[in-house]
């Protein structure tokens, strides 16, 4: 699933607003959900939605869910198991921030999911 601006000059705010796109994330987000991404504060951890950089696409910046750290990196998969554009074809990535809320269509927390 990617996310929307590709060329991310809004990288440098501690609080950015994200469009999704596509259904790799399906059911927690959807195509055309708006979300708020935190760079900084507390440390990712295994469950986090996070937007990030695979080192095999750098051009790509997608949003998955954190599952282990690796080689500096993290290891990410989609929540929907029908779409596999996550590390198990791209490898590791680069964690860029942290989603912590939806805000449009339905807002809400987008809470970690134990894996």
């Known amino acids: 699933m990617e996310v929307k601006p590709v060329s991310a000059p809004w990288l440098r ?15 927690t987000l959807r195509h055309g959900d708006a979300v708020l991404v935190r760079r900084g504060g507390r440390a990712i951890r295994p469950g986090d939605v996070v937007i990030a950089v695979f080192r095999s696409r750098p051009e790509l910046l997608v949003v998955k869910r954190a599952v282990r750290p690796i080689d500096g990196g993290w290891w990410l998969h989609g929540d929907n198991d029908l779409v596999t554009d996550d590390s198990r074809a791209y490898g590791v990535a680069d964690v860029v ?7 449009w269509p339905r807002p809400g927390r987008v809470p970690p999911r134990p894996l």
């Open 13 to 27: 705010w501690p609080l950015s607003p994200v469009l999704v796109t596509g259904p790799s994330m399906s059911p």
């Open 97 to 103: 921030g942290r989603v912590v809320a939806r805000y």
